[in-house]
């Protein structure tokens, strides 16, 4: 179920980005066939290869999609357009989240039968979208959240913050292995909160529809 789900969040994710890109003027997505949900189309061999491995053994790990191409001289207002794009993945995991957990609201508001499979798959969804959501906001290169940091932040700002991005991958494996290395799960302080806070709000909007 979660690699099922993974599937269905990176090709959503990702066409995200693509469909954003090219609502703002550029088509440099649409044109490499990346405006699609083929999970075909989206998801990277060495990304879906290492959360394969990181399910079976039990060891920390993530997966990711293939990025999505865009030219920035193509989008229209600039360095927001970049960060709008950037944000275009991790809102349409909130969308999804949101619409999965509707749905349970409305399968069990109505007697419906579901079989266990179906409702576990369902509120897998719902947690993995809150957790990809969450994570890729963080402002880490190559992370979404590092495009929306860097397209909104003011220039004199940004234009330092923006060369830290070379530091991204590295700092990325320091949080993801930091337990072992440290006893420290670094990862899940900065991620626990705003994930469990993300996951009350998407279940108290599902719950008021």
Do not use: K
């Not at 999965?100 to 079989?115: C, E, M």
């Not at 397209?151 to 234009?159: E, I, S, T, V, Y």
Request: contains cysteine.
């Amino acid at each position: 179920m979660l690699i099922a789900g993974f599937i269905v969040a990176i090709s959503i994710h990702e066409f995200s980005h693509a469909l954003a890109a090219r609502s703002l003027g550029d088509p440099t997505a649409q044109q490499a066939g990346r405006l699609t949900l083929n999970p075909l189309r989206h998801l990277d061999p060495f990304g879906s290869l290492l959360l394969l491995l990181a399910l079976f053994s039990g060891a920390p790990g993530i997966g990711w999609g293939r990025p999505v191409p865009v030219d920035p001289r193509n989008l229209r207002y600039g360095r927001v357009g970049m960060a709008l794009v950037a944000a275009a993945g991790p809102f349409s995991n909130i969308v999804l989240a949101l619409l999965a957990a509707i749905a349970i609201r409305l399968l069990t508001g109505n007697s419906a039968a579901l079989p266990a499979l179906g409702m576990d798959f369902i509120v897998t969804l719902i947690l993995l979208n809150v957790g990809l959501c969450v994570f890729n906001l963080l402002p880490v290169a190559p992370l979404d959240g590092f495009g929306v940091a860097v397209g909104l932040l003011p220039w004199r700002l940004a234009q330092p913050f923006s060369r830290l991005g070379q530091y991204g991958p590295g700092i990325l494996l320091i949080l993801l292995f930091s337990q072992s290395i440290i006893r420290i799960d670094l990862l899940g302080l900065l991620l626990g909160p705003p994930r469990r806070a993300l996951l009350a709000l998407v279940l108290r909007l599902a719950g008021s529809v």
